[in-house]
Structures are given as structure tokens and as C-alpha cells.
């Protein structure tokens, strides 16, 4: 019923930036809070940042706060995470995630996910 799709990871030196890029289908796009998790080898998924159905609130994870920025195009079904002064580690596989009709930074709230974007940051 519902596909995400995420693009815009690469290959970036650390202090670059990157923007992710997630595609959703569905018509009700706008009635549900969006977020980005990434998973980094051996680590589990991790909450990065939300976003609420109308991009009116968002909520960031401690380590990209002031950093990560997400943002959201209802009319484009989009959902964006724009990443400046990347870190080393922040490279993971980058999740878009549809949340509920309220909002969550918990993954299990989240109940339709991307294929994932590979975000590399080297030294």
C-alpha cells in the first residue's frame, strides 16, 4: 500500500553536506509524521529525526541536533533530511520511515520503511 523510497546518500568527506531525499506513495502522505533512522554496521537502527504531518513540530536525535535538518513537501509526497558538518559517524544505511497520525521517535511506531540510502562520511 505504501512505498518509500530514499535517495541522495553518497560518499562525502567529513564537514560536507549531503540531502536525503524520501519519495512516499499514497494519497494520505500528509496525515502521518515522517522520520529518518540510520543503522551503522553492528549498531542497531537508531532514531535520527521526525517530522510532524504538517512539518509544524520536529524532533531531532541528541548526536545531530544543530546539524540534521528535516523537512517535508506534502504536495510531493517528500520528506527531506538535509545533513551539514557531517561526522564520521554518521555514516549509516539511512531509513525513511512512516510514523502515526501523531508522532514518534520510536521505531517500532513506524510501520513502512525505504530500502535505505547509503551515507558514507570519511575522515
Known amino acids: 500500500q505504501v512505498q518509500l523510497v530514499e535517495s541522495g546518500g553518497g560518499l562525502v568527506q567529513a564537514g560536507g553536506s549531503l540531502r536525503l531525499s524520501c519519495a512516499a506513495s499514497g494519497r494520505t502522505f500528509s496525515n502521518y509524521a515522517m522520520g529518518w533512522f540510520r543503522q551503522a554496521p553492528g549498531k542497531e537502527r537508531e532514531f535520527v529525526a521526525a517530522i510532524s504531518r504538517n512539518g509544524g513540530w520536529t524532533s531531532y536525535a541528541d548526536s545531530v541536533k544543530g546539524r540534521f535538518t528535516i523537512s517535508r513537501d506534502n504536495a510531493k509526497n517528500t520528506v527531506y533530511l538535509q545533513m551539514n558538518s557531517l561526522k564520521p559517524d554518521d555514516t549509516a544505511v539511512y531509513y525513511c520511515?512512516?510514523?502515526?497520525?501523531?508522532?514518534?521517535?520510536?521505531?517500532?511506531?513506524?510501520?513502512?520503511w525505504g530500502q535505505g540510502t547509503q551515507v558514507t562520511v570519511s575522515s
Open positions: 520511515g512512516r510514523g502515526p497520525t501523531g508522532w514518534s521517535i520510536l521505531h517500532s511506531d513506524y510501520d513502512y
